[in-house]
């Protein structure tokens, strides 16, 4: 396949994307998505970040001077810092961004495995990866066995276990510090039970809509810290030349 093809292909899933984040469904799991990653993104400073998704930025909260979003095609590009290129052949140099999100992409790549590995490529050495994804034995989950859910988003596309995506990350020589649940709801319902939400997101239950995996390089977690080592618990192209310019400049170093 062309890579002409492959861009249409990915333009008309991000079409179909930013449909669904903007209607209610979507807009009720985004705002529980970015509750879940605000209290840690707020603490993390940098120089370039990136988000790699459909939905709307997540990350403008976060001290990130400056963000990068992605798109597949210039006429998606909805803002002059943006990347145009596909997904898994990024256009900047290693170790250069202090933040990278991945938002529900790995479930629909054709190779999730290689968007990953340029994922992890570029992010820098003390940088923050980042994952949301879709849980299978969430409510959608079960939803996608009944006919014709996985024929449209959400549910089409591969949904993975977080253990299956720590093994990848493994791979990559980086290491899930946390998995966080978020988006509860009934089945058939929609996202915005702030009872449900808050008891899930307490004693971080297994059953929420997507999780959001906390991913380090593994060089990182294991820093001597007051004289002893500590470990965190393991658990089971082209380009906009406005985008490129900076991220691959000497901005990145001075961060």
Not at 214 to 241: E, N
Request: net charge positive; proline share 8%.
């Amino acid at each position: 396949m062309s890579n002409s093809q492959d861009a249409m292909i990915m333009a008309r899933l991000v079409r179909e994307g930013r449909r669904y984040w903007a209607g209610p469904a979507g807009q009720g799991v985004w705002q529980a998505q970015r509750a879940c990653l605000g209290p840690l993104c707020e603490r993390w400073f940098g120089v370039h970040g990136l988000e790699l998704g459909l939905a709307p930025t997540l990350t403008d909260m976060c001290p990130v001077r400056h963000a990068l979003r992605w798109s597949p095609t210039l006429e998606l590009a909805q803002t002059d810092n943006t990347l145009v290129c596909p997904p898994d052949a990024l256009p900047l140099p290693d170790g250069c961004l202090n933040l990278v999100v991945v938002h529900h992409l790995l479930e629909v790549v054709p190779d999730p495995h290689h968007l990953l590995q340029e994922a992890a490529r570029v992010t820098a050495d003390d940088g923050h990866l980042i994952l949301f994804c879709w849980h299978p034995l969430g409510p959608g989950g079960w939803l996608r066995w009944w006919p014709g859910h996985r024929r449209r988003l959400p549910g089409r596309g591969r949904w993975r276990m977080p253990a299956r995506l720590a093994d990848w990350l493994a791979f990559v020589d980086f290491e899930a510090q946390r998995v966080d649940y978020c988006g509860f709801r009934l089945p058939g319902g929609l996202v915005h039970n702030t009872m449900l939400e808050t008891l899930g997101r307490r004693h971080n239950l297994p059953f929420g809509e997507s999780f959001m995996i906390h991913a380090r390089r593994r060089s990182q977690l294991a820093q001597p810290r007051r004289g002893r080592v500590v470990f965190p618990t393991p658990i089971a192209g082209s380009t906009l030349g406005n985008a490129t310019g900076r991220a691959a400049s000497g901005e990145g170093e001075r961060g």
